[in-house]
Each structure stands twice: as structure tokens, then as C-alpha cells.
């Protein structure tokens, strides 16, 4: 049985926030890292309508607060690589 996990919007922000600090360029322009870019694009319409449909303080399952604990975690890795490395 699952046990529901309180998510704060604080930590839904934070997801937000990662994702938005990392520039989309134009979606024609298809060279260099353009499917990375295009998922970082979903990534961000999904996280968008999480914020939206998620009441602050709602309690989730177990597997929903570790999947997105793991997608921040997982982001927040690729955004530290990439804002080190000067892309």
C-alpha cells in the first residue's frame, strides 16, 4: 500500500525554475542539440501543468514524490554541467 507524501509548491517551483534557467532556441533551427532542446521544451509545458493541477500541500503516493525528487535531482546535475562548462 502506498503512503501518500505531502509535495509543497515550493519543491514543484524549484523544478520550474531549473528548467526555465536553461535557454530554448528557435525550434527550426535543427543542428547541434535540438532534441535535448525539444525535451527540455515538453519538459517544461509538463512541469507547467503539474503547477496548475496540483494544489499546494496535496498529498501524493510515494512513487509520484520519488519520480519527481529524481527528475529535479537529474536536472539539477545537467543544469550545474552545463552552466560550469559555459555552454
Do not use: C, R
Not at 496535496?58 to 555552454?87: G, M, P, R, T
Amino acid at each position: 500500500m502506498s503512503k501518500n507524501i505531502k509535495v509543497t509548491q515550493e519543491q514543484l517551483n524549484m523544478i520550474t525554475e531549473k528548467v526555465k534557467s536553461v535557454e530554448i532556441i528557435n525550434e527550426e533551427h535543427q543542428e547541434g542539440s535540438y532534441m535535448s532542446l525539444k525535451g527540455l521544451s515538453k519538459i517544461k509545458d509538463i512541469i507547467d501543468d503539474l503547477m496548475n493541477i496540483i494544489p499546494e500541500g496535496v498529498e501524493l503516493d510515494d512513487w509520484v514524490e520519488a519520480k519527481i525528487i529524481v527528475a529535479s535531482d537529474d536536472l539539477q546535475e545537467v543544469y550545474e554541467f552545463l552552466k560550469h562548462k559555459n555552454v
